[in-house]
């Protein structure tokens, strides 16, 4: 408290600040170093700087990290999730052989 200088002999109560010491908001002004960057496999914001492991891959690990009770994530991850680039094409070029350049066959015209 510090005196008002309009009121004698009046204190008036200094402004709340926000503390530091717990875990709550004064302790949120604090947070200002990353833990977690980019990871060069799965691409999440994930990878541990300190720790030098990706939380949702595993990597650098050689198998990739999954939990069977993490069905839904699986789901999120795998195959045709994405563009396919290779694999969309697969099928229709297994169907015909994998063959390539060869020039269509002319159809005889019905007279």
Do not use: D
């Not at 604090?30 to 977690?36: E, G, I, L, P, S």
């Not at 595993?58 to 994530?73: D, S």
């Not at 994998?98 to 020039?103: S, V």
């Amino acid at each position: 408290p510090f005196p008002c200088p309009s009121c004698p002999l009046r204190l008036v109560q200094s402004p709340v600040k926000m503390g530091k010491k717990g875990k709550g908001t004064g302790s949120f002004g604090k947070r200002r170093n990353k833990t977690h960057t980019i990871c060069r496999r799965c691409g999440r914001k994930a990878y541990h700087i300190q720790k030098s492991t990706c939380a949702s891959c595993g990597y650098p690990a050689a198998k990739k990290r999954t939990f069977e009770w993490g069905q839904k994530a699986i789901g999120r991850k795998t195959t045709g999730t994405g563009r396919m680039r290779y694999m969309k094409t697969l099928s229709r070029r297994f169907k015909n052989g994998f063959r390539e350049g060869a020039e269509a066959k002319k159809k005889a015209v019905a007279a």
